[in-house]
């Protein structure tokens, strides 16, 4: 008795009233019974131990038939090995097309919306989960505005498909860039369009397949239910997920879609970004407009012809797997033995033994070790010469060098020969020897040449006596000029 009674306050028209007190009766009509949970909520009610939200859901086993679904419509992203088998074939289906969309309408409070002459499909979920996209994937027209900016959406947008249906985009619910007093303002016409609107057939509820049903979808539903409006669910962005999670969120989704009174019971998924799932959702829209006949009349017998052709190359591919490597016909059968015979074509062989087709084209991956061999050889060389160059420019840029060639550059006699200005040869120069200040050494020389263009090398050779006291001694300090006449530079001129 209280679950009828309950059901029928639920489901009881509400008398006119103002549209706060209204919108504040659809609030209190769903948060009394919560039909539906969220993503977290259904793992955690599922768990049989404390574990880890992540944990939970990986614990979850994929519906077989929707796993298969996915690979058929490519939906979901999906992580292969480098020498897994790849197929070669997909699924061709036969596009549904709808008449290209434009915008005739738009409104920002109820009095606004358009005469309800045709039936109208509604669009509705968190910013930025993909609506507009979506409406402009479905026809193949770019009229709805699109954004990464969450709220770009704020009212509600009217889409005419030819003369047959309405497509209405409504503002998102969430975060938004946009006042809280313009959110609450959005969310009061979308509840009031969904009660009020006769000609509204469905509702097309948009959750992204990332999160699932959240806190604020939930709430939503609620919404949605207690105004006794038929709603369906749709998964978006299915791209974005791995195909195992997403056949994992489907499930969770499904069975809360199950437990809602108004509710579809089947849960859609789509990709706007690479325009899977799209026909399911077309001839969903195209059912409930009862425009069946005139659109999908010639479209089940393309349909049929396609997954027979699909699960036929499927069913290839399933008997030709390789069980082990470099056995790929079997004992039985050999490559010499599944070859032309004389006057027999290729074409013929492979209609008598599909397997050596399909391994023929497919071959055995071939070894990379020369390949990792190479890359490692030039690594090494690289690595080798980068240190080279690293120690010549440190030696180049030492404090040793840098005052031999100062001290050099003011010695008169090395200025009459060379000429003033003296400096290094080329940009880069090479610093034959070595320096160490820890073993107390300097061994180096290099070419250096002047203003008056004459060559020459500059030779330094110090020891240091002691390391207690920190004194050198320089045993050779000099610059060689091209004709061989050494200019000792280690007194001063």
Not at 411 to 429: H, I, K, M, T, Y
Request: glycine share 6%; hydrophobic share 40%; aromatic share 8%.
């Amino acid at each position: 008795m209280a679950a009828a009674a309950r059901a029928r306050r639920l489901t009881a028209p509400i008398a006119p009233c103002s549209g706060r007190i209204r919108l504040a009766l659809l609030h209190t009509a769903a948060r009394r019974e919560p039909l539906v949970s969220t993503s977290v909520q259904a793992l955690q009610e599922s768990a049989r131990e404390p574990a880890s939200n992540r944990r939970l859901f990986a614990r979850l086993r994929p519906d077989p038939r929707t796993m298969e679904r996915l690979d058929m419509l490519g939906l979901g992203s999906e992580k292969r090995g480098r020498f897994e088998r790849r197929r070669w074939f997909r699924y061709d289906e036969p596009e549904v097309r709808l008449p290209r969309l434009f915008f005739f309408a738009g409104a920002r409070a109820a009095a606004s919306f358009p005469p309800a002459s045709l039936p109208e499909i509604g669009f509705v979920g968190r910013s930025n989960v993909g609506k507009s996209t979506l409406v402009n994937r479905l026809c193949g027209s770019l009229a709805a505005r699109v954004s990464e900016r969450p709220g770009l959406t704020q009212q509600l947008n009217f889409y005419t498909a030819g003369s047959d249906l309405h497509l209405v985009d409504m503002p998102g619910y969430g975060f938004a860039f946009a006042k809280d007093e313009e959110a609450q303002g959005w969310r009061a016409l979308v509840e009031t369009y969904v009660r009020q609107r006769a000609s509204l057939r469905r509702v097309m509820l948009l959750l992204d397949a990332r999160h699932g049903i959240k806190a604020n979808d939930r709430e939503f539903i609620g919404l949605l239910e207690a105004a006794g409006a038929k709603y369906q669910l749709v998964l978006t962005k299915c791209d974005l997920v791995h195909r195992d999670d997403l056949a994992r969120q489907h499930m969770l989704v499904a069975r809360q879609a199950e437990r809602a009174r108004n509710c579809i019971p089947r849960v859609l998924m789509v990709s706007a970004a690479q325009r899977a799932g799209l026909n399911e959702l077309r001839k969903e829209i195209l059912h409930t407009c009862s425009l069946g006949q005139k659109y999908l009349a010639d479209h089940r017998r393309k349909e049929a012809a396609a997954q027979a052709a699909y699960f036929e190359q499927l069913r290839i591919f399933n008997d030709t797997a390789r069980r082990r490597p470099r056995q790929l016909l079997g004992p039985a059968r050999t490559v010499a033995q599944s070859s032309p015979q004389p006057g027999q074509t290729w074409e013929a062989a492979h209609a008598k033994n599909p397997a050596f087709a399909i391994e023929r084209e497919l071959p055995a991956p071939k070894s990379r070790r020369r390949e990792i061999a190479i890359f490692v050889a030039v690594a090494a060389v690289t690595w080798g010469v980068g240190c080279v160059v690293a120690f010549n420019y440190q030696r180049m840029t030492s404090t040793p060098v840098t005052a031999a060639l100062f001290t050099a550059r003011h010695n008169d006699e090395v200025c009459r020969v060379l000429g003033r200005q003296l400096r290094f040869a080329s940009a880069f120069p090479w610093i034959s020897g070595d320096i160490s200040h820890l073993k107390g050494f300097v061994d180096v020389e290099f070419a250096v040449v002047g203003d008056l263009g004459v060559p020459g090398r500059l030779i330094l050779k110090s020891r240091r006596a002691a390391r207690q006291n920190g004194e050198w001694h320089t045993t050779e300090f000099c610059v060689v000029a091209a004709d061989g006449r050494r200019i000792d530079c280690s007194t001063a001129a």
